[in-house]
C-alpha cells in the first residue's frame, strides 16, 4: 500500500512539475494576458517627396498625439501595390510630439508601365510604437492615415555615386518610347541620343558659369502629341524638380520636327571662391 501510495505521488507531482514548465515556457515564449491596458495613437506621416521612383530615399516626417517622459522609436512602413515594402524607425525625443528621418523605399515595385507612374504607386503608414522606457501597465499601438506616393521607374538613371561624382543630372521620360523617339541637348556642350527609352545626362561642372537650357529633338513621332517628363536632380542627388508637358500637334514621322524641336527647361550655373558649384533659376520655359 505504501508503493502505490508513494506512486500515486511521484504521478501527482510529475503533472504538478509539467503543468509548471508548459505555463514557463509559455511566459518565456510570449507573453500571457498580464492585464495590460492598450492604449491606441493614431498619429501622421508626410513627406514632401510624394513624387518618386523606386529604390530612393526620401525623407518623412512623424507626429504622435502625445508626448512621453522617454524617447519613443516610431515604425514606418512604405508599400508598394505590388506588395513589396520596407520600414524605417524615425526617433521621437522625450516631450516631443514629432521626429524626421528618411526611408529608403524597395528597389522594385514590380511593374514597369510607363513614364507617368499612374499604375505604380505606393504609401507610407505609421506601424508600431517602442517607448525606450517601459510604461507600467500600458502597451501601445499607433495606426495612421496612409500618405500616398506615385512612383516612377526612375528619376535618375542608376549611374553610381562614383559616377555622379555630385554633379547635376537630369532624366526625361515619355510616353509610349516604342513609337516615339526623343533626344536631349544642352546645345554646344551635352547631348543624350540612345534611340531608347530615357535620354539622361551628367551635367559637366567644368562648363563655363551662365544659363544653359535643355533642349528636345523629336527624331521619330509616332504620334502626334507626346507627353513628357523631366526629372532635373541637383548634385547633393536628393533634391530634385519634375517638369512635365506635352509635343503637341507633330508630324508623323523620322527627324522632321526640327533640331532642336523645343525649350524645355532653363538653368544658371554658378561657381563660388571655394569652387563649389550650384544651379540656380532651374524653371521650365
Not at 62 to 79: G, L
Not at 183 to 190: N, Q
Amino acid at each position: 500500500m505504501k508503493n502505490l501510495y508513494k506512486y500515486l505521488s511521484l504521478v501527482a507531482f510529475s503533472a504538478i512539475l509539467l503543468s509548471s514548465c508548459t505555463e514557463e515556457e509559455s511566459l518565456i515564449g510570449y507573453p500571457l494576458d498580464l492585464g495590460l491596458t492598450t492604449v491606441a495613437l493614431e498619429g501622421t506621416v508626410s513627406t514632401t517627396d510624394t513624387q518618386t521612383a523606386e529604390g530612393r530615399t526620401i525623407g518623412v516626417t512623424v507626429s504622435i498625439p502625445q508626448s512621453f517622459a522617454s524617447d519613443a522609436d516610431v515604425e514606418v512602413t512604405a508599400t508598394f501595390n505590388s506588395g513589396a515594402f520596407t520600414t524605417t524607425s524615425v526617433a521621437i525625443p522625450a516631450g516631443s510630439t514629432t521626429g524626421s528621418g528618411t526611408i529608403t523605399l524597395p528597389a522594385s515595385d514590380g511593374f514597369d508601365v510607363g513614364f507617368d507612374g499612374l499604375a505604380n504607386y505606393g504609401s507610407l503608414q505609421l506601424t508600431a510604437i517602442l517607448l525606450d522606457t517601459v510604461d507600467p501597465g500600458v502597451n501601445y499601438t499607433i495606426t495612421s492615415a496612409s500618405q500616398p506616393l506615385q512612383i516612377f521607374d526612375a528619376i535618375q538613371f542608376p549611374y553610381g555615386e562614383g559616377v555622379v561624382a555630385g554633379r547635376m543630372t537630369y532624366l526625361l521620360d515619355w510616353a509610349n518610347p516604342d513609337i516615339n523617339d526623343l533626344d536631349t541637348y544642352v546645345l554646344g556642350f551635352e547631348s543624350a541620343e540612345t534611340g531608347s527609352r530615357y535620354e539622361t545626362d551628367i551635367f559637366n561642372d567644368t562648363h563655363p558659369d551662365g544659363d544653359y537650357t535643355i533642349d528636345v529633338g523629336v527624331w521619330t513621332a509616332g504620334e502626334t502629341d507626346i507627353p513628357w517628363k523631366l526629372f532635373f536632380v541637383f548634385p547633393n542627388q536628393t533634391d530634385y524638380l519634375i517638369f512635365e508637358g506635352t509635343f503637341t500637334n507633330l508630324t508623323l514621322g523620322t527627324n522632321v520636327n526640327g533640331f532642336p524641336y523645343a525649350s524645355i527647361v532653363g538653368f544658371t550655373k554658378t561657381t563660388d571662391s571655394e569652387g563649389v558649384v550650384s544651379y540656380t533659376n532651374v524653371v521650365a520655359l
